[in-house]
């Protein structure tokens, strides 16, 4: 499975699948989480859950950010192209 394209995959539980969702609202800028999201979320997670799964986002988040305001480059742990990077 691509980055982005999980939707539909027969794989993923519907846990995952909402957990995917509200991770992928969580990175939209401004964050998008509505209440139907939200009610998902609730119907497969508990309270510590939602908090973990929603820490997780925002530390991959600034993680991101940082890097990217301080022009730190990918290390070619992984490839959208499916290669190893080996070549």
């Not at 539909?8 to 969702?21: K, M």
């Not at 997670?45 to 993680?63: K, L």
């Amino acid at each position: 499975m691509r980055a982005g394209n999980w939707r539909g995959c027969p794989d993923l539980t519907a846990a995952e699948q909402v957990a995917l969702a509200f991770a992928e609202a969580v990175t939209a800028t401004p964050p998008t989480i509505d209440d139907d999201l939200f009610c998902q979320l609730q119907e497969h997670f508990d309270a510590p859950e939602i908090v973990e799964i929603s820490a997780i986002c925002a530390w991959e988040n600034y993680r991101a950010r940082l890097n990217r305001a301080l022009g730190i480059e990918p290390h070619g742990f992984y490839h959208f192209d499916g290669t190893d990077g080996s070549s």
